[in-house]
């Protein structure tokens, strides 16, 4: 089988990504995106973005944008097509923009006797489907049936020129060959075999000018010189057509090699990961938030507070593995890792949890400033204003235990702005003994200081705690109740320093006020 390939081995690796945009773009599709990309730039090849819209009925109109923007997230770079290079060097790159093009190939393949003209109405096909239900023997356009319908192959010549002339509606279909054992080669899957009477005489041009999916699909990834067709396993199934129309049109020696990619499957139980599952379980499966024409909303990791590097990371495992240990990966070490050899062939669960996990970990690894410009517009919303430079300082403290982009607000809001109340639980435990009293006391101390700076100020702290004979725990943990509100947060002193002498002597009043008032 790969000796036929020899030519390929001499073309530039070139890839495309080639979704239709019949909606927001699934994490399923994003992954294709991504391993066609890797291996792309493995290979020193180029990756295109090709929109297949021939399916005008199921067209809807933000797509497309949608698509762009998500793969830009991910930071997968388009080197041509949509949104790079729109006219060439093969362009266009939009299928309803390529319309004219295909009728040409359409046609070649009936003059080589590939191919063949239909006239049946949908109603009389709606009505053999119907009959077929009723009688058990499934309708099935192919050689069984086409000699006695409506087409080329029965109708005489003049008849069919008749038809023709006076514009009557057609199709064009293929005309599978009888009985014909035919061996595929799959990149991932290996061998595969099947029998042309499996399969149908399938539609590949319509009289208003449309070509399906498949001869679109095949002329473009023929004019486009693709190498490899990287794609989901639900295309598994055309493979056999795809291969036939590329021997039809005698194109086999550049034909591209095929590897077709596992399901992503639901968390639990059977299936295909869908948007269900994630509204079900509070997850998202798509790249970024979307609003249709309709109104419908769905969630996007970007906007649920997750880093592009996270959601990358996570789908580069869903199917692939490295053979080591090693988890974490930046886009060029995926580059460096991947090949279609360590694709596996099963589907792969995917996991909301370990999904965390990765977000977790790459805020960790990002640095602070780049997590404050992320940071900043959260900040903006509330109308808190506050420097990049103490952004960053604050992303500084807390990151380690945030795990989406939000929580370094929740985690570090008493940085912005005073507490509103006080965690009872904390307060019922912490504020006794005379508590009031010795924060006061250590109140009237933190009046007379004058260097905030967080070192200086603890040991000063320290030395007044220990002077007085109060519990270190005690007090630090009332303090921490008066400027955090709860007893949790950076470093006390910290905070101190970060927030400033006036500030915090102001909360701890307010506390000394409203926690007495509450006892
Ligand atoms: N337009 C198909 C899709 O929506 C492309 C399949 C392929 O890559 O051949 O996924």
Known sequence: MHTKFYQMEERKVRVRFAPSPTGPLHMGGVRTALFNYLFAKKNGGDFLLRIEDTDQTRFVKNAEAYIVESLKWCGIKVDEGIGVTPEG???????????????????????????????????????????????????????????????????????????????????????????????????????????????????????????????ANVVDDYLMKITHVIRGEEWLSSMPLHVLLYRAFGWEDVMPKFAHLPLILKPQGQGKLSKRDGDKLGFPVFP??????????????????????????????LGWNPGTEQEIFTMDELIQAFSLERVGKSGSRFDPEKTKWFNQQWIHRTSSSKLAEMFMPILKEKNISASTDYVVRVCDMIK????????????????????????????????????????QATLEFLENETDYTSKVLEEKTMAFIAKNEFNVGQICNCLRLAVVGACMGAHLFDIFEMIGKEETLKRVRKALKNISVEE
Request: with cysteine; hydrophobic share 30%.
């Open 89 to 215: 060097p093969y362009g266009p790159y939009r299928q309803s923009d390529r319309k004219p093009l295909y009728k040409q190939y359409a046609y070649q393949l009936i003059e080589s006797g590939n191919a063949y003209f239909a006239f049946d109405t949908p109603e009389e096909l709606a009505a053999l489907r119907t009959k077929g239900e009723q009688e058990k023997v499934p309708f099935v356009y192919n050689h069984k049936t086409r000699m006695e319908l409506c087409n080329s192959l029965t109708l005489s010549k003049e008849e069919v020129e008749k038809r023709l002339n006076s514009g009557e509606h057609f199709v064009i279909r293929f005309k599978m060959p009888e009985n014909q054992n035919v061996d595929l080669y799959d990149e991932i899957r290996k061998d595969v075999h099947f029998n042309t009477d499996e399969l149908d005489d399938k539609v590949l041009y319509k009289s208003d000018g449309m070509p399906t999916y498949h001869l």
């Open 288 to 317: 970024l938030f979307w609003v249709g024409d309709d109104g419908e909303t769905a969630q996007g990791y970007r906007e649920n507070g997750y880093l592009p590097e996270a959601f990358v990371n996570m789908l580069a495992l």
């Open 400 to 439: 380690e235990r945030a795990v989406f982009v939000q929580d370094l607000w929740t985690n570090g809001y008493y940085f912005f702005e005073a507490p509103q109340s006080y965690e009872p639980k904390d307060v019922k435990k912490r504020w006794k003994d005379n508590a009031a009293e010795k924060i």
